[in-house]
Nanobody, 123 residues
Framework: VQLQASGGGLVQAGDSLRISCEVSGRTFGSYGMGWFRQAPGKEREFVALISWSGLTTDYADSVRGRFTISRDNAKNTVYLQMNSLKPEDAAIYYC?????????????????WGQGTQVTVSS
């Protein structure tokens, strides 16, 4: 299983950005998926998750109401729509997959990781 994150870039505070993560493999529709981020000098932290069906989502308090996670199982892709971006949202964003269909806020619950995409937010 390989995960390829893309769509990061430089935006201004208040702008929106959508990042994507394409997953190889024919069983993407059974994977729980998550987004995490890591800012310079900080530990990697949970951002959002989505169940294999898309019916269950969860968000970190810091992004709830601004970010939306979604998935398109036909395209083997999970998205993170980020609105009202703040300078503190700047980080490398990583997508992660749980190939057993589970999902959670802990990094250890995911067995495959993408390489990350950089999001920079200027004030």
């Amino acid at each position: 299983v390989q995960l390829q994150a893309s769509g990061g870039g430089l935006v201004q505070a208040g702008d929106s950005l959508r990042i994507s993560c394409e997953v190889s493999g024919r069983t993407f529709g059974s994977y729980g998926m998550g987004w995490f981020r890591q800012a310079p000098g900080k530990e990697r932290e949970f951002v959002a998750l989505i169940s294999w069906s898309g019916l269950t989502t969860d968000y970190a308090d810091s992004v709830r109401g601004r970010f939306t996670i979604s998935r398109d199982n036909a395209k083997n892709t999970v998205y993170l729509q980020m609105n009202s971006l703040k300078p503190e949202d700047a980080a490398i964003y990583y997508c992660a997959a749980n190939s057993f269909g589970r999902y959670g806020r802990l990094q250890g619950e995911y067995d495959f990781w993408g390489q990350g995409t950089q999001v920079t937010v200027s004030s």
